[in-house]
């Protein structure tokens, strides 16, 4: 809810299966919590679920060791249903999703029990899947193939034209609302978008020019599209393997790891395959020279792997260079010297080969297995039947390191991981098992309460009113889910905020003082709980503070005054207390001072005023667009009640001119970025009933937080 979980690492989305994203870990506690004990169990929620889409899910937990899982409930969209879609392993709590082709649409629920200590314990709404409908039928991509020279791509800007490819559709009666891309492989595997293809507001996909970080291969997109039927009701739908983009280059580089191997006499020798940057179409390999000649060295041209028969007779001592040259469908590169042989009067076979267990390894953090024995000489690595699940392990060929990256979006388990350490005389295998677990640190919210006697306090932001005689306020943490005995830290952003504000970096307390501004303020709090690791979660939340705000006679009142809204379906604001100079009827509509505060920082929607290159200017110039008028960022009509004759459900959203609720309009507050997560606001006059208030007194009443959890 409106927040930034970072575990130092955005990377949720698992390589083996693109079309899942997946969220944050959900912690149950039991409903039979008959005795003491402190058990959880844990399972990571899905969603972009497509269509015919399997995946398995298997639980962690804290206490003693369940047994007996089993599923005793099961609804969608909150209806108790029957389905045959979820299994469940009783000896492990595996779940698995099958035979999804026919399942409906919606999110399901899953609750699920198990025994612990002899006793049966159940967690209600453990797993939440959302499964999301394929895009209708008439939807397609023209064209659905794109072949681009890189050499094009990585030239400058403007200075040549690439390709596009439009989303479009057989017949008028399907119209898409918004695009966006979900996600994109490279040659098969998930790779991270880092701006190489964009989609824009008409569906049409391009590449960006200049970008120097792109690699040749094929590239397959799939697009995330908000269709609008002729029903009127809105859908989301996954448009997979949407796009092929295959960009195209000449060999580029040509990387053997390690670089060089060792031959004894009387044994052969295999080298690693290589990697290539460049097209992989009509990929061949040959030997271009060995120095000094040495007719036993040859290549596997499909492979690139170097080899030396056994019945070489390369003298001792000598060091041979082999040149290789590397030719595809788009031309043909020499890489001389690319791999060195020595020849050596002797090799220790491997006879002992073994690792250590990885345990107790924090999910998302990095981490590196050594090889901890090993007594082979000129011994190179690699994975033997390494599981999708682990396709973000890698090794080092030369000293047999495993490792993962910092982010690695490998699930909580306990898995077996083996590795085959080979040499000229031979080669010996060794396994081990690596444990990965909850990260410690986890936790999803914190809020400061309110003095709007509003409850229960997580259902509303953090927010405080300072009436005219108070002076200062201070105010500690009222709830958390942060994790008893770990480091917390407290840091703020006086992001909108004239006011004085100061924060207990290690208690969370807040202490803030009357301000003159008459308006609502706010900071964002990062909440960071860790002990400066990897495995660091830090969460950005808003705190709001309403100064006494009797502004010219007339005092408005919105409780709550920080309106949280889903801005996918939009809503309606508490209804205000209005007090007015003369105690009569008055009129009340937007005006000005609007801005808006991401809470996804400047790489997401950014902050800004409509006037401003950025979010709201994209929102107001869609609103003037989709009236065929010229976009004037100045005038307040698209959040304006009053100003501009239109159905009101074309605005972003106006003060209701009967109770002064703030309506925001649904699926208006977003772009090609996405829906909004932020704070908006802006400011309402106020003036006689019956009469346009805009050019009256008026302070800024109600901030609106966005999120789609809401």
Known sequence: MGKIIDLLSKALSSAALTAVLFSGAISCESDDQTDNSSFKLYYQSLTDIGPSTNFSLSPSYHGGTPSDFAIYGITLDGSSISSECFIIDPATGLVSLVNTEKASVGEYKLSVSCKVDGKTRKFADAITVTMMKAVPDGIKMDPDRIDVKLADIIASKGSVELPTSKVTTDGNHISIRNYKIANVRKDGAAVVNKDMFAISSKGVVSISGGNTEMLPGLYVLDLRLITHVATGDSEEGLFANALSINVTSAPLTLTYEPNSGKVEKGFGFSSMAPSINGSLDGLKYSIKSVTPAESSVTIDQATGVISVSSAHKIPIGTVCAVSVTATNDYGRKDFDDIYTINSVDYIAPITKFAYDNATDIIQTTSFSNPVKTMDGGDVTYSFVNLPANLSELAIDASTGTVSAPKGNSIATGTYTVTVEAANAKGSKQASFSLTVIKNPYMFTYVNWGNNLNLAPVRNYASQYRLEESDKSLTIPVKESDLPSGKAVKYSMDKVYCAAEVSIDESTGTITVSAS??????????????????????????????????????????????????????????????IVSKDGGAVAMDYRRNFNYYDLEGETHHGNGQPKDKGFLNTLWTAYFTAKGEAVNTGKREPMSAWDGKVDETLRLGYTDKTDYSVVINADKFRDESGYANGIFFGQQTMGAAGTDPGSGPGSIWLAIWFDTDF
């Open 516 to 577: 003159d501004t008459k308006r609502i303020d706010f900071i964002f709090v990062t909440v960071t709980c860790g002990n400066g690791s990897d495995a660091d979660v830090s969460q950005v939340i808003p705190v709001f503070f309403q100064h006494f705000n009797a502004v010219s006679g007339y005092e408005v009142r919105y409780n709550p005054f920080v309106f949280k809204c889903n801005p996918k379906t939009g809503g309606k604001s508490a209804v205000p207390a």
